[in-house]
């Protein structure tokens, strides 16, 4: 008898979730679906913040993906890209979240591997690939576009990486 009650709830819930989903905009439907990533996005981020400051660092791009619109496979892999740029700079010391805006080294401390690193490119890239490499990172992190976040200290990075390839390569 409680299967059949059980059984009957399940398609009652099923009707009243398939009937909603034929009347509402694919926008609703949407920004629905947006709101709940959001949701689980915050409540990962909280949870592994308990858990330490190493573990936060890697579901933030699980909870930026469902703040920004992105266009695509096209949009998710640039996101993915700078999530790598920050861990390389992170990992060879050259960038932490603490430091604040006052990144003053010179650019001779970057190393011509470092610089290609920096950009995603290998060596012997031509020199157009080397600046819409530089153009699409700016893109994201230049800081006249990122009022909310400080991305000053990338944004320099990358910009002497770009002058040391052309400097060394292309002269």
């Excluded at 080294?105 to 610089?115: G, Y």
């Excluded at 890239?125 to 600046?131: A, G």
């Excluded at 944004?155 to 390839?165: D, G, N, R």
């Amino acid at each position: 008898m409680n299967l059949f009650l059980l059984i009957g709830i399940l398609l009652v819930v099923l009707y009243l979730l398939l009937n909603f989903f034929t009347k509402a905009s694919s926008k609703k439907i949407a920004k629905g679906i947006r709101y709940i990533f959001f949701s689980i996005g915050i409540l990962l981020a909280i949870a592994l913040l308990l858990v330490g400051r190493y573990a936060f660092s890697i579901p933030i791009l699980l909870f930026l993906i469902p703040l920004i619109k992105l266009k695509g496979i096209g949009g998710l892999f640039q996101l993915f890209q700078l999530w790598r740029l920050i861990q390389y700079l992170r990992s060879t010391g050259r960038y932490s979240f603490s430091s604040g805006a006052n990144y003053s080294k010179a650019s001779s401390n970057i190393s011509l591997d470092d610089a290609y690193n920096i950009l995603g490119c290998k060596k012997g890239c031509s020199k157009d690939e080397i600046l819409s490499k530089y153009k699409k990172i700016m893109s994201k992190l230049h800081p006249d576009r990122n009022n909310d976040t400080d991305t000053t200290k990338l944004a320099q990075m990358v910009s002497e990486a770009k002058e040391t390839i052309l400097k060394n390569d292309f002269n």
